[in-house]
Nanobody, 123 residues
Framework: VQLQASGGGLVQAGGSLRLSCAASRNIFSNNGMGWFRQPPGKEREFVAAIDWTGGNTNYADSVKGRFTIARERPKSTVYLQMNILKPEDTAVYYC?????????????????WGQGTLVTVSS
């Protein structure tokens, strides 16, 4: 398995969740990583990205200040800490490995995708 996402679930508005994505070492070590989401009935959208060093990050305006992306090299895992969740954050969340070492905010910048994990935020 190249990318395995987990951590989704049902949470009340204002709550928190942490998503994890375990990656194969060969696609994690030198690649940027990202999270996207697809709300019900909508297109997939960018959420957050991190470069291969972990020192540079980028966030969608809708999650800035609430979500944090981080990577843990020894575990080849990328995380998405989601705080102050809102009903509009409800979506299937996908992790992805970029085609390069940098970070990308567009889907075609990613070569590998996980299977998705569902996050439901109730009001």
């Amino acid at each position: 398995v190249q990318l395995q996402a987990s951590g989704g679930g049902l949470v009340q508005a204002g709550g928190s969740l942490r998503l994890s994505c375990a990656a194969s070492r060969n696609i994690f070590s030198n690649n940027g990583m990202g999270w996207f989401r697809q709300p019900p009935g909508k297109e997939r959208e960018f959420v957050a990205a991190i470069d291969w060093t972990g020192g540079n990050t980028n966030y969608a305006d809708s999650v800035k200040g609430r979500f944090t992306i981080a990577r843990e090299r020894p575990k080849s895992t990328v995380y998405l800490q989601m705080n102050i969740l809102k009903p509009e954050d409800t979506a299937v969340y996908y992790c992805a490995a970029a085609r390069s070492s940098g970070l990308s905010t567009i889907a075609r910048g990613y070569a590998y995708w996980g299977q998705g994990t569902l996050v439901t935020v109730s009001s």
